[in-house]
């Protein structure tokens, strides 16, 4: 079983920054795919971003693209999201899921999924 618990979330002005780190426990998450979520009050849960094992593929959704980066450290047994230029269409609790696959697939599947960590960004 792979434990994953989101932190860095909080309340900032539209035009600032967070980080949001998701450290995973239970096992290693090296060579699986890492992903975050998000899901905004009244709204479906979205796909934010997503990185294959070695970091060397990544996606977006459309609307986070140039702003927000998805990283991830396999020594710390980590995975990052970098979110800047924030908007308060970005207000959502964010969620971190991993994948046992270690190349992204065409559909994502997530075998686990986080408890989330609330962004909101005020105007």
């Known amino acids: 079983q792979v434990q994953l618990v989101e932190s860095g979330g909080g309340l900032v002005q539209a035009g600032g920054s967070l980080r949001l780190s998701c450290a995973a426990s239970?096992?290693?998450?090296?060579?699986?795919?890492m992903g975050w979520f998000r899901q905004a009050p009244g709204k479906e849960r979205e796909f934010v971003a997503v990185?294959?094992?070695?970091?060397?593929?990544?996606r977006y959704v459309e609307s986070v693209k140039g702003r927000f980066t998805i990283s991830r450290d396999n020594a710390k047994n980590t995975v990052y999201l970098q979110m800047n230029s924030l908007k308060p269409d970005d207000t959502a609790v964010y969620y971190c899921?991993?994948?046992?696959?270690?190349?992204?697939?065409?559909?994502?599947?997530?075998?686990?999924w986080g408890r989330g960590t609330q962004v909101t960004v005020s105007s």
């Open positions: 899921t991993a994948e046992i696959a270690m190349n992204i697939r065409p559909t994502l599947r997530p075998d686990y």
């Open positions: 239970g096992r290693s998450v090296s060579s699986y795919v």
């Open positions: 990185i294959s094992w070695n970091g060397g593929d990544t």
